[in-house]
């Protein structure tokens, strides 16, 4: 098993950044693939990014393509999104995941993952 904790949400302002990062403990992190999930107000839950094992795939949903990166340090057992130019739209709780299998868009949803318990970013307009 893996514990997964999320920190680095808050508020901010349209245009701004923010560096969300999920720590994990545990098993192996390296033989986990990571992923970053989000679920808006009355939304259902969403991919939003995913890493492979050794960090050298990468993948993002069309919605943050070109904004948001993924990325890992094993030494750590930490995975990281960086948000820029950050809007109104991407308010939400968001999760951090874990699987042994590979995590792509395709395939994100439905699946058993396991969770951290979120951090909530805002984005004000």
């Known amino acids: 098993q893996v514990q997964l904790v999320e920190s680095g949400g808050g508020l901010v302002q349209a245009g701004g950044s923010l560096r969300l990062s999920c720590a994990a403990s545990?098993?192996?992190?390296?033989?986990?693939?990571m992923g970053w999930f989000r679920q808006a107000p009355g939304k259902e839950r969403e991919f939003v990014a995913a890493i492979s094992w050794s960090g050298s795939s990468t993948s993002y949903a069309d919605s943050v393509k070109g904004r948001f990166t993924i990325s890992r340090d094993n030494a750590k057992n930490t995975v990281y999104l960086q948000m820029n130019s950050l809007k109104p739209e991407d308010t939400a709780v968001y999760y951090c995941?874990?699987?042994?299998?590979?995590?792509?868009?395709?395939?994100?949803?439905?699946?058993?993952?396991?969770w951290g318990k979120g951090t909530l970013v805002t984005v004000s307009s």
């Open positions: 545990g098993r192996a992190f390296s033989s986990y693939a």
């Open positions: 995941a874990a699987d042994q299998s590979l995590i792509t868009p395709v395939q994100a949803m439905g699946r058993k993952y396991y």
